[in-house]
């Protein structure tokens, strides 16, 4: 069994029927075997690398990413929206680039974001936790996907490298790679994995760092299970509904 030994205060379910819609963030205590259950029944577990295994630009790295895509933009002689002004988020932009109808923007702002992305994968760390958590499915029999919507597959691929864990991955799905006018919807990659991995919903659990993780989740009919670290982004993710949520992935990892 993957989860043995639970902390009484970084594990809970959501309700199905919440009888208070104006804080998502409050849920009634679980019986940690739920997620023992959850997580003994489906054999592939669809990992997401945002979060749940590393956090590329944390601190300041993003805002510095952000000006060199917004110089990117501004020498392309294109203006960027005025809600942009408050954004510090780098995969924003290439969500707006992908969408334009620039024929040289998407690949140049996805290019800018590998190379910014395979920078911080040099010195970037694994998310607390994960690595044991990768050597306990391999233990127990269960295959492991890593997918993002958001880091390409040669940063994700590069991290994994450096830790010696590429061997506990089976797949690994990045960023797709747009041309103009091409953006994916978010919800898709995760239902197009799993035809990818010929694998039926119901053996199939995603372990998502985001909103959209856990949409793409309900989009492709699977259970989810939402990771979340601090106070803003458990109430976030209560908005999508994960089947449960967790607040750090050692949780997911049995102890002795």
């Not at 974001?113 to 936790?129: K, N, Q």
């Not at 958001?150 to 506990?168: C, I, P, Q």
């Not at 309900?218 to 949520?245: C, E, Q, V, W």
Request: with cysteine.
């Amino acid at each position: 069994m993957i989860a043995l030994a639970l902390a009484h205060d970084t594990l809970e379910a959501v309700d199905e029927h919440p009888t208070d819609d104006s804080d998502q963030s409050q849920w009634p205590d679980t019986d940690p075997k739920q997620l023992d259950v959850l997580l003994s029944e489906p054999r592939r577990i669809l990992l997401s690398f945002d979060g749940p295994v590393c956090d590329l630009f944390p601190g300041r790295s993003a805002p510095t990413v952000v000006d060199d895509l917004r110089l990117l933009v501004t020498n392309l002689g294109m203006t960027l929206p005025n809600a942009f002004d408050r954004v510090t988020d780098p995969h924003e932009y290439f969500r707006w680039a992908a969408s334009s109808r620039h024929p040289d923007l998407p690949h140049l702002v996805d290019q800018m974001l590998t190379a910014a992305e395979l920078r911080a994968a040099v010195t970037a760390e694994p998310t607390p936790g994960v690595i044991d958590f990768l050597h306990a499915c391999q233990t127990s029999g269960r295959t492991v996907a890593i997918i993002s919507t958001r880091t390409s597959g040669e940063a994700v691929k590069s991290l994994l490298a450096r830790f010696g864990l590429t061997r506990l991955v089976s797949d690994i799905a990045g960023r797709h790679h747009p041309t103009a006018g091409s953006s994916e919807p978010v919800k898709t990659p995760v239902w197009r994995l799993l035809r990818t991995l010929n694998t039926e919903a119901t053996h199939a659990v995603l372990i998502g760092g985001s909103d959209t993780d856990i949409r793409a989740a309900h989009f492709a009919g699977i259970r989810s299970i939402g990771y979340a670290p601090n106070p803003d982004k458990k109430k976030l993710l209560a908005g999508a509904r994960p089947t449960m949520i967790v607040a750090a992935m050692e949780v997911l990892t049995g102890r002795p």
